[in-house]
Nanobody, 125 residues
Framework: QVHLVESGGGLVHTGDSLRLSCAAS????????MGWFRQAPGKERELVTA????????YYTPSVKGRFSISRDNAKNTVSLQMNSLKPEDTAVYYC??????????????????WGQGTQVTVSS
């Protein structure tokens, strides 16, 4: 069992930066792939980025590549998402996610084992 708690959301302006953090409970954190999904009003929850258990493999959806960076600290059971050059289209609820399979992150939100409660990110123009 993994319990996830996000923090760091807020209201920013176009071009600003924001850092999201996700704290995980459980002794097996280091064995899980971690990731961030987001869901805008009226849209499906979409994968933003994922990082494998040891941090050596990452994935970014094309719209955030070069602007967002995911990292993890297995000693502290945390995963972070650094978001730079934010755009209004990045506005969404961001969810931290954990799964035993890196591949399943690409299958969609319905296949993921564990979720955080979500944190709102709003980017004003």
């Amino acid at each position: 069992q993994v319990h996830l708690v996000e923090s760091g959301g807020g209201l920013v302006h176009t071009g600003d930066s924001l850092r999201l953090s996700c704290a995980a409970s459980g002794r097996t954190f280091s064995s899980y792939t971690m990731g961030w999904f987001r869901q805008a009003p009226g849209k499906e929850r979409e994968l933003v980025t994922a990082i494998n258990y040891n941090g050596r493999s990452t994935y970014y959806t094309p719209s955030v590549k070069g602007r967002f960076s995911i990292s993890r600290d297995n000693a502290k059971n945390t995963v972070s998402l650094q978001m730079n050059s934010l755009k209004p289209e990045d506005t969404a609820v961001y969810y931290c996610a954990a799964d035993s399979s890196f591949t399943r992150f690409h299958y969609g939100a319905g296949t993921i084992d564990y979720w955080g409660q979500g944190t709102q990110v709003t980017v004003s123009s």
